[in-house]
Nanobody, 120 residues
Framework: VQLQACGGGLVQAGDSLRLSCQAS????????LGWFRQASGKEREFVGA??????IYADSVKGRFTISRDNAENTVYLQMNSLKPEDTAVYYC????????????????WGQGTQVTVSS
């Protein structure tokens, strides 16, 4: 499966952004989709994921970020509200079969990343 993430940009603290990740290839509904991010000089960090068993979020984004998916459009979304400067990172979407995971190593497919920059 191929993933294409988009929607990043430069915003101010408190603003919102919605990232999209469109998938092509095999049956989209059979995948769990994860969002990860990597800030400059830091390790990749789990943001959230959606799969057959539900949706999970990292504590750092819980209550501010929302993941949803549109199986008809083969797209997963990451709605980011109340953005903070510490949310600045390259955001990646990733896919794996059925069950979500917080571990990026469990994901076989990755998109190219989209930059989100939040100014204070």
């Amino acid at each position: 499966v191929q993933l294409q993430a988009c929607g990043g940009g430069l915003v101010q603290a408190g603003d919102s952004l919605r990232l999209s990740c469109q998938a092509s290839g095999r049956t989209f509904r059979n995948y769990a989709l994860g969002w990860f991010r990597q800030a400059s000089g830091k390790e990749r960090e789990f943001v959230g994921a959606i799969g057959w068993s539900g949706i999970i979020y990292a504590d750092s984004v819980k209550g501010r970020f929302t993941i949803s998916r549109d199986n008809a459009e083969n797209t997963v979304y990451l709605q980011m509200n109340s953005l903070k400067p510490e949310d600045t990172a390259v955001y990646y979407c990733a896919a794996r079969d059925l069950w979500y995971s917080r571990n990026g190593r469990d994901y076989a497919y990755w998109g190219q990343g989209t930059q989100v920059t939040v100014s204070s």
